[in-house]
Structure formats: structure tokens, C-alpha cells
């Protein structure tokens, strides 16, 4: 895949977390530059989703949500509808154990007839973390428009492609959504 552009969704609530959950620090580095080291390796075409200020200090685009408190949803519609590209890397905020070898497996195995490309093991999808293609966005624009706002419901409409992966593989793409999530992480990467 020559061009791709990287959106790492940097909107939500946190209610769980109570703070600006790609600012949460992990090995004293905000979770986001966890992920940005992870992606500069495969591009340096890189845009946040985002309407804080929190995240001025990064020099990378930031753009707005174009419908707000639409989740994930509206931040993927917003990133594929600002793409220049064909393919788009779509992450969350929130996984900051996220390697540029996963990102690398996932890029180099998606095809171009998925719409979706995504990595799933038996007891879990990972759909923030994938490879989505900018020719969707009136599919999505649809499912804002009828408020059918999860991301799984979308994966069900349209042609994608599974990346199958083992149990233990889950923990690098885990997102950590409450304090007592980052408790974990911080004792099991001691």
C-alpha cells in the first residue's frame, strides 16, 4: 500500500478514564506518543481527530469531529471524509502497547477488495485498529444519519477481511479505558 494516512481518534468522553484519555500517561509518556512511535517507522502522514486544545503541543492536523457525540463512528466518518487517500489507518487513542509490527502485519495482509480491515482473535474484534477505506464514508454518513453508531454493526454491512490472531496477541491492541485498566498495565509491563 503505497499512500495511507494514519487518523488516530482522539475524541470521547473518558468518562471511565476522567481525563483526556491520549494524554493518560504510561511509562511516563502520554498513551498517544506510544502510538505515533509505533506508526512513524511505516509514515509520517499522520492526523489526530480532535477537537481539544490538550493536543495542540503535537505537531501533527487536528480536526474536529463534522457531527459531534457520534463515538467512534463520527470520528471515523470525520477522518475518511478529510482523507486524500484510498486506504486509512484508523486508531483509537487508547492503546498504547500498539507496535509498528502489528501495524506492519495488518497493512501488509489487507486487500483491496475489504472495505474494513481488522484484527480478531476467538474472544475478541479489535475494529479501532484497521485499515478502512475512504469509499465508505456515505455508508457511514447512512448509519450516523439512522444513529446506528457501533462500529460492529458497520463491519456486518460491508465486504472486510479478518485478520486472525492468537489469545496472547490481544494484549498489545487492548485499550485501556479506566483507571483500574492503567493500574494493570502499569504492573504487568514492570
Same mark, same amino acid.
Given at each position: 500500500m503505497k499512500t495511507l494516512t494514519?487518523?488516530?481518534?482522539?475524541?470521547?468522553?473518558?468518562?471511565?478514564?476522567?481525563?483526556?484519555?491520549?494524554?493518560?500517561?504510561f511509562q511516563e509518556k502520554p498513551f498517544i506518543e506510544h502510538i505515533i512511535k509505533a506508526i512513524l517507522p *511505516?509514515?509520517?502522514? %499522520? +492526523?489526530?481527530?480532535?477537537? $481539544?486544545? #490538550?493536543?495542540?503541543?503535537?505537531?501533527?492536523?487536528k480536526i474536529p469531529d463534522l457531527v459531534e457525540d457520534?463515538?467512534?463512528?463520527?470520528?471515523?466518518?470525520t477522518a475518511?471524509?478529510?482523507?486524500?487517500?484510498?486506504?486509512?489507518?484508523?486508531?483509537?487513542?487508547?492503546?498504547?502497547?500498539?507496535?509498528t509490527q502489528l501495524l506492519?502485519?495488518?497493512i501488509s495482509k489487507h486487500t483491496k477488495q475489504a472495505a474494513i480491515t481488522v484484527f480478531a482473535s476467538e474472544s475478541k474484534t479489535h475494529p479501532l485498529?484497521?485499515?478502512?477505506s475512504k469509499n *465508505?464514508?456515505?455508508? %457511514? +454518513?447512512?448509519?450516523?444519519? $439512522?444513529? #446506528?453508531l457501533r462500529v460492529m454493526d458497520l463491519l456486518a454491512k460491508l465486504p472486510h477481511q479478518i485478520i486472525n490472531i492468537e489469545e496472547s496477541e490481544n494484549y498489545p491492541l487492548t485499550n485501556i479505558?479506566?483507571?483500574?485498566?492503567?493500574?494493570?498495565?502499569?504492573?504487568?509491563s514492570i
Amino acid at each position: 500500500m503505497k499512500t495511507l494516512t494514519v487518523f488516530i481518534l482522539c475524541g470521547g468522553k473518558s468518562t471511565r478514564m476522567q481525563s483526556e484519555k491520549g494524554l493518560v500517561l504510561f511509562q511516563e509518556k502520554p498513551f498517544i506518543e506510544h502510538i505515533i512511535k509505533a506508526i512513524l517507522p *511505516i509514515t509520517d502522514q %499522520i +492526523k489526530l481527530i480532535t477537537g $481539544s486544545k #490538550e493536543y495542540d503541543y503535537l505537531e501533527y492536523e487536528k480536526i474536529p469531529d463534522l457531527v459531534e457525540d457520534k463515538g467512534p463512528l463520527g470520528g471515523i466518518y470525520t477522518a475518511l471524509s478529510h482523507s486524500e487517500t484510498e486506504f486509512n489507518l484508523i486508531l483509537s487513542c487508547d492503546i498504547p502497547l500498539i507496535s509498528t509490527q502489528l501495524l506492519q502485519e495488518l497493512i501488509s495482509k489487507h486487500t483491496k477488495q475489504a472495505a474494513i480491515t481488522v484484527f480478531a482473535s476467538e474472544s475478541k474484534t479489535h475494529p479501532l485498529i484497521g485499515i478502512y477505506s475512504k469509499n *465508505i464514508v456515505p455508508v %457511514i +454518513k447512512e448509519a450516523i444519519d $439512522s444513529s #446506528e453508531l457501533r462500529v460492529m454493526d458497520l463491519l456486518a454491512k460491508l465486504p472486510h477481511q479478518i485478520i486472525n490472531i492468537e489469545e496472547s496477541e490481544n494484549y498489545p491492541l487492548t485499550n485501556i479505558n479506566s483507571a483500574d485498566e492503567l493500574n494493570d498495565l502499569n504492573i504487568n509491563s514492570i
